[in-house]
């Protein structure tokens, strides 16, 4: 504990208030140093004497500094000029847990970096450092570079609260406001298929915030599959949401009836599972699709989809375009300054009135 000798003001504690709101008006209360209360009186740490105050009584006294709170992580670190814009300016926290990636350039810094972000983060137990989603299940590459060992955690947004293994399963608390806007799209009655759940949060911010009749909640990650039970369970929602465990691929051989909605939230690979997913698909089906594209990439993927549609029977129309985040894991892994988005697309399916 640092202490600093200075002028003060000794103010009896029935005055205290409108002397301190005076002498924060006129500038003259220090705040660097934390004010004393002693028996009937407060102390106030003085930058100057005030002239009009002379009827309180003067004093010198040794307070103590307080101890400022960084602004960002990086003010904690003294790393060669070169190295300093390379720092990443946003990452991930999910639960009690930051997730971040780093340039290779700056891997033989990563413990002090997050031993920075655990300082400048009083909720945070762990800092991860991750490489991108991959593979069928939708882990990445953690490696603890601070913190506690753990991956567990749980996450609370809208009022509910998930269960996330960050290094077994897939979240991006960055799809909070995505998530909640879809919620206030399903109509009362509607069937919802949720064909890459993770460990739910789609699905349980539907069952809590929207009046769907059932929402199949499926994932190929038993893990995930574990988790979202739990999830399911917490939040009070086992009466809305079935739990499946099995390939997407495969949804028409246990989904018993046709969606209304479908939520195809798998960047990178949701295209394979578009065919299966009309497969399922009401006569009129809102569908939710997510990828990462570069801008100029776009329109080409709505096309593929549409070509896809059209080989079973369905019209896309009602196409629309969100920008959620930007994404550029790229910059990192080769050097290429190309900037994606993670985009969100929905869509109206409508069969053809011939076969409908």
């Given at each position: 504990?640092?202490?600093k000798?200075?002028?003060?003001?000794?103010?009896?504690?029935?005055?205290a208030?409108?002397?301190?709101?005076?002498?924060r008006?006129?500038?003259?209360?220090?705040?660097?140093?934390?004010?004393?209360?002693?028996?009937?009186?407060?102390?106030?740490?003085?930058?100057?004497?005030?002239?009009?105050?002379?009827?309180?009584?003067?004093?010198?006294?040794a307070?103590?500094?307080?101890?400022?709170?960084?602004?960002?992580?990086?003010?904690?670190?003294?790393?060669p000029?070169?190295?300093?814009?390379?720092?990443?300016?946003?990452?991930?926290?999910?639960?009690?847990?930051?997730?971040?990636?780093?340039?290779?350039?700056?891997?033989?810094?990563?413990?002090?970096?997050?031993?920075?972000?655990?300082?400048?983060?009083?909720?945070?137990?762990?800092?991860?450092?991750?490489?991108?989603?991959?593979?069928?299940?939708?882990?990445?590459?953690?490696?603890?570079?601070?913190?506690?060992?753990?991956?567990?955690?749980?996450?609370?947004?809208?009022?509910?609260?998930?269960?996330?293994?960050?290094?077994?399963?897939?979240?991006?608390?960055?799809?909070?406001?995505?998530?909640?806007?879809?919620?206030?799209?399903?109509?009362?009655?509607?069937?919802?298929?949720?064909?890459?759940?993770?460990?739910?949060?789609?699905?349980?911010?539907?069952?809590?915030?929207?009046?769907?009749?059932?929402?199949?909640?499926?994932?190929?990650?038993?893990?995930?599959?574990?988790?979202?039970?739990?999830?399911?369970?917490?939040?009070?929602?086992?009466?809305?949401?079935?739990?499946?465990?099995?390939?997407?691929?495969?949804?028409?051989?246990?989904?018993?009836?046709?969606?209304?909605?479908?939520?195809?939230?798998?960047?990178?690979?949701?295209?394979?599972?578009?065919?299966?997913?009309?497969?399922?698909?009401?006569?009129?089906?809102?569908?939710?699709?997510?990828?990462?594209?570069?801008?100029?990439?776009?329109?080409?993927k709505?096309?593929?989809?549409?070509?896809?549609?059209?080989?079973?029977?369905?019209?896309?129309?009602?196409?629309?375009v969100?920008?959620?985040?930007?994404?550029?894991?790229?910059?990192?892994?080769?050097?290429?300054?190309?900037?994606?988005?993670?985009?969100?697309?929905?869509?109206?399916?409508?069969k053809?009135?011939?076969?409908?």
């Open positions: 504990m640092i202490k000798k200075t002028k003060a003001l000794c103010v009896p504690l029935n005055q208030e409108p002397v301190r709101r005076e002498l008006q006129r500038q003259l209360l220090r705040d660097d140093v934390t004010m004393i209360k002693e028996n009937t009186c407060i102390y106030f740490p003085l930058i100057k004497v005030p002239e009009n105050l002379t009827n309180y009584r003067v004093v010198t006294k307070f103590e500094v307080r101890q400022k709170k960084p602004h960002s992580y990086k003010e904690l670190l003294n790393l000029e070169k190295y300093v814009d390379e720092l990443p300016t946003s990452y991930d926290i999910v639960g009690s847990v930051i997730l971040i990636k780093l340039p290779k350039t700056l891997s033989k810094y990563e413990k002090i970096i997050g031993k920075a972000l655990l300082e400048t983060h009083k909720n945070i137990q762990t800092v991860c450092l991750i490489d991108p989603v991959s593979g069928e299940l939708r882990t990445r590459t953690i490696t603890i570079i601070a913190g506690k060992n753990q991956t567990l955690t749980t996450h609370t947004e809208y009022g509910l609260s998930f269960d996330v293994d960050v290094a077994m399963t897939y979240f991006s608390p960055r799809l909070a406001s995505e998530r909640k806007r879809i919620a206030t799209y399903v109509k009362p009655g509607e069937t919802v298929v949720d064909m890459f759940t993770g460990v739910a949060p789609f699905s349980i911010m539907i069952a809590r915030f929207s009046k769907p009749k059932k929402i199949y909640a499926i994932d190929k990650n038993k893990k995930a599959i574990l988790l979202a039970r739990q999830n399911i369970k917490k939040n009070h929602v086992l009466d809305t949401v079935e739990v499946i465990q099995a390939d997407a691929t495969d949804v028409i051989k246990f989904i018993p009836e046709k969606a209304d909605r479908i939520i195809m939230n798998l960047p990178f690979s949701a295209y394979r599972f578009f065919s299966a997913a009309l497969s399922i698909a009401a006569s009129l089906c809102k569908i939710h699709y997510y990828d990462i594209l570069q801008e100029k990439e776009i329109q080409e709505i096309s593929f989809l549409k070509k896809i549609a059209a080989g079973q029977k369905y019209i896309l129309t009602d196409i629309s969100h920008k959620i985040k930007s994404y550029a894991p790229r910059e990192f892994y080769i050097g290429l300054d190309i900037t994606e988005f993670y985009i969100g697309l929905d869509i109206t399916a409508t053809h009135a011939d076969v409908a």
